[in-house]
């Protein structure tokens, strides 16, 4: 267990709907990092936080936004849903500028 | 053609063998480089750290980068049914901590 929660563990909306995803790092974690898994593309980053300040954006499409709250957990929001959104997200977090993060469980989105 | 490539299997090997997992990678800026372990279900874990060229070993498992050919590999020695996973490789260049992943090998060791 790395100590990185995610809720929910599961997600099965339709198209064009909006979904909230989020992630609480592990104590102490300043950094959240937003992953986006998919069978045909793999692993891809989407947007780093830290301490609140965005740090650093991927291949996050103009209709995802993430934020991280005062107490440092952090929200991604999905909307105007597609069926090629279906995938996991995972959140990673470090300490701050590391390449030790660690990952949460992930959340499985699918969209019908 | 993708910055990292990695064959996604699946590789089966029977219990004691030796795994040779690897990735190319085309971008000569990368110099972290880095190998994660995927279960079902779960999220990717850091296994393997290594900076440049060079090995690196840590128990059963040892990271081999080879810059010169743009060549990483992860042996695993004594392979055991829970090293079943996915073993995803991970780099990075000096300008920043974000990763660039491939897309994971999946291996079986079955008894």
């Known amino acids: 267990d790395s100590g990185v929660t995610q809720t929910p563990k599961h997600l099965i909306t339709a198209t064009g709907q909006r979904v909230t995803l989020r992630c609480s790092p592990r104590?102490?974690?300043?950094?959240v990092y937003w992953y986006q898994q998919s069978l045909d593309q793999g692993l891809q980053f989407l947007i780093q936080y830290y301490n609140g300040e965005e740090r650093a954006k991927g291949n996050i499409l103009e209709r995802f936004s993430a934020q991280q709250f005062p107490d440092l957990h952090s929200e991604l929001n999905l909307s105007s849903l597609e069926l090629g959104d279906s995938a996991l997200y995972f959140c990673a977090t470090g300490t701050g500028e590391t390449d030790t993060q660690y990952f949460g469980p992930g959340t499985r989105l699918t969209v019908l | 053609q993708k910055e990292v490539e990695q064959d996604p299997g699946p590789l089966s090997v029977p219990e004691g063998a030796i795994v040779s997992l690897n990735c190319t990678y085309s971008?000569?800026?990368?110099?972290?480089f880095m190998w994660y372990r995927q279960y079902s279900r779960k999220g990717p874990e850091l296994l393997m750290y290594?900076?440049?060229?060079g090995n690196k070993e840590d128990g059963r498992f040892t990271a081999q980068v080879d810059k010169s050919s743009k060549y990483i590999s992860l042996f695993i020695r004594d392979s055991q049914p829970s090293d079943s996973a996915t073993y995803l490789c991970?780099?990075?260049?000096?300008?920043?901590?974000?990763?660039?992943f491939g897309r994971g090998t999946s291996l079986i060791v079955h008894p």
């Open positions: 104590s102490g974690d300043l950094s």
């Open positions: 971008n000569s800026a990368f110099q972290y």
């Open positions: 991970a780099m990075r260049s000096g300008g920043s901590y974000i990763p660039t």
């Open positions: 290594t900076y440049s060229s």
